[in-house]
């Protein structure tokens, strides 16, 4: 079965780097967009950043553009999220996600059939 393993989360202070990581199995990975979602809590789950299937093409939230960077290694079948300039407000449970050949303009998730079990990701001030 497909499963979407997310790795990398953790406490960082406010200004650093990190960089989350999923693994994709079960799946072609490169007939695959690939998305990454964040949910803080009391808040709704919010898009973050989405490659295109064939790769190249991104598209990031307001809020992390020029921040972060969505990348992907489908030799590896690996979708990496490098966050950094960290602020306390990027706290939340990162997930990646999975949408058939999904373009860049998918950024609603319930446009993606395959999701990870999430990554914790903390902001100190």
């Known amino acids: 079965q497909v499963q979407l393993v997310e790795s990398g989360g953790g406490l960082v202070q406010a200004g650093g780097s990190l960089r989350l990581s999923c693994a994709a199995s079960g799946l072609t990975f490169s007939n695959y967009g690939m998305g990454w979602f964040r949910q803080a809590p009391g808040k709704e789950r919010e898009f973050v950043a989405v490659i295109r299937w064939s790769g190249g093409r991104t598209n990031y939230a307001d809020s992390v553009n020029g921040r972060f960077t969505i990348s992907r290694d489908n030799a590896m079948n690996k979708v990496y999220l490098q966050m950094n300039s960290l602020k306390p407000e990027d706290t939340a449970i990162y997930y990646c996600?999975?949408?058939?050949?999904?373009?860049?303009?998918?950024?609603?998730?319930?446009?993606?059939?395959?999701w990870g079990q999430g990554t914790q990701v903390t902001v100190s001030s």
């Open positions: 996600a999975a949408a058939y050949f999904g373009g860049s303009s998918r950024t609603d998730p319930q446009q993606y059939a395959y």
